[in-house]
């Protein structure tokens, strides 16, 4: 794996030899999971073939109907997840899940346990299933996700499930990639106002509570309803009032209503041009990031770590504001 | 207000005027509750006196030492924070909280409950408590947080803590400005685990166990310990163990202990050049933050947001790839 790193490397750097990014990606609309995995690894090591990657990728992108699923620690998330693929398996879909966390080396290991309810489906090639992690980088989520994404979309995945804890701005960041996005709660997890703490209520086209079985699952409900009707929606286009959908996903209870919903949903989406606008959005911010990144690069190479080091000395011992810094900073680009 | 502000628009772009930032930083900085607001409220909007406004705080900062305080939704935060403004006010300290809300315009009413703990020092001159709030905007808080605390620090605040809840990768770089993390945990809030998810254990100088009168705490206490045994603690520099202190902040129990440990901790900084290490880690935090969005302001001028726009239809169409159009987009920087 080391040495084949390493000829894509030499690749990425000479742009003229034979394309294994270009062959991967063929194996990988083969369904090969081996390739995608490898795809993914590729773009999420910002490996310099990640050009050549994303160039190969691009004109198989689009099929895919992308679905955000969040919402606090322990509502069932992953059961929930599983549920949904068991489901689209019986639709005889192709589908995806990017179970993307937040959180980082210390907390790596731990977090292993709650993924073993997607085992069921660990076996079944028509299902792709990868845990990313920010390893420690800032901001490493919100630019590798949206590529792993497009390695899936090319692969053929009918459906792409984006997991996450959805508890902060890059959280909403990442499932703002979806075409749909879902938002669970369950009953008890603290009152519908901690779940808006999290900014992740205005967000949902479809909100899910989760263990509708156990007590206080109507009053979320009722909570969820009067906070709807209260409140302003204005990332949701018109005419789409996000429904709430009961479900018990340890039993598979509910999970016709949301698959009902899921369908909807997307129909909405066509009928109204909002699947455009929304992938169009999604593709703006994706190439911002990415020109930022780049300009980023671009800074730090002109200048070496040392100027920017030297000004946030200057700025720390207050001889200089961090805006004068800034134009210091980039007056050479 | 409106005129005022106007007039500062007007400076702003013309800079040989007299100057009512600086004045409103000398006035800031003899404890005038006004002025502190307006100033705060000036680097909130990205008025066009914000460089004025952080040329003239410049000088009178770094005197201030910042407390950040997270952790997930239900631990006490407030509740501490009321106790913390006590106990530095018994000691004659001015004291500058901001409490920074990861919500949403659609969950702003709700939460303003949360505040009321606090309302027993808003009559106390040296005191000053702002709320800040995204608002919408992407990124806004990371932006503007430091510069409130520019603010603050000018005014003369000896300590400054900054309180927001611990769930996200937005929310860890907000408390990563501090020069002292504090992660508050309560017992049964979910196992520790759950909380490693937010990915907030490895920015913990110190570890505060709340309610520590509830069932539960000793288990609490035991985990973390385990956890920190376990960890690798690449944050935090060497020689620096995270102690847990117990707290049950409605009563005040164990804030003495908390107040030894935050002394400790400030002297271990300063003692081990850390202070100063994690202030230039902070400045050149803010000045890339801040050259970027000059940057990305100045793409947005450049080109317009039709040149994005067509870009991002082609990307989203499958006929161009987002690091082609990332090239496109910034070619003509």
């Known amino acids: 794996m080391g040495k084949q790193r390493h000829v894509h490397a030499l690749e990425g750097k000479q742009r003229h030899v034979a394309s294994p990014p270009a062959e991967l990606v063929s194996r990988a609309r083969e369904g090969q999971p081996l390739a995608v995995a490898r795809l993914i690894s590729l773009v999420e090591d910002a490996s310099p073939a990640l050009r050549e990657v994303a160039a190969a990728l691009a004109p198989y992108t689009g099929g895919a109907h992308v679905l955000g699923l969040t919402g606090p620690p322990g509502v069932g998330k992953s059961t929930l997840t599983s549920a949904l693929i068991t ?18 080396p210390f907390s790596g290991g731990a977090l292993l346990g709650d993924r073993i309810r997607m085992h069921d489906h660990t076996t079944d090639p028509e299902v792709f299933i ?5 390893r420690g980088h800032l ?8 590529q792993a ?6 692969a053929g995945c009918d459906v792409i499930l984006i997991e ?5 701005q890059s959280e909403v960041d990442i499932v703002s990639l979806a075409d749909t996005t879902l938002v669970l709660l369950a009953p008890g997890m603290g009152d519908g106002i901690q779940a808006a703490k999290a900014g992740i209520l205005e967000v949902a ?3 899910v509570v989760n263990k509708s079985d156990h007590d206080g699952a109507d009053r979320t409900v009722h909570d969820l309803s009067h906070m709807i009707s209260l409140g302003r929606r204005e990332i949701t286009g018109p005419n789409w009032r996000p429904p709430i959908i009961r479900t018990t996903a340890t039993t598979g209870s509910g999970l016709d209503d949301l698959m009902t919903a899921l369908d909807t949903h ?8 909002e699947l455009q606008t929304r992938r169009t959005h999604r593709a703006a911010a994706e190439i911002e990031a990415i020109a930022l990144d780049t300009l980023r690069t671009r800074l730090r190479h002109l200048h070496g770590a040392e100027a920017l080091d030297t000004l946030a000395k200057q700025v720390a011992a207050g001889e200089l504001d961090p805006y004068a810094a800034a134009e210091a900073w980039i ?3």
Do not use: E, Y
């Open 87 to 104: 489901a689209f398996r019986a639709r005889g879909k192709r589908i995806g899940v990017l179970a993307v966390d937040p959180s980082s």
């Open 130 to 134: 990868r845990s990313m992690a920010t």
């Open 139 to 146: 901001g490493g989520l919100a630019w590798a996700t949206p």
């Open 149 to 154: 994404l497009r390695v899936l979309d090319a």
């Open 164 to 168: 996450t804890v959805g508890v902060g």
């Open 205 to 207: 086209d479809i909100f």
């Open 266 to 273: 997307h129909t909405w989406l066509v009928s109204h041009g």
């Open 331 to 333: 007056a050479s680009l």
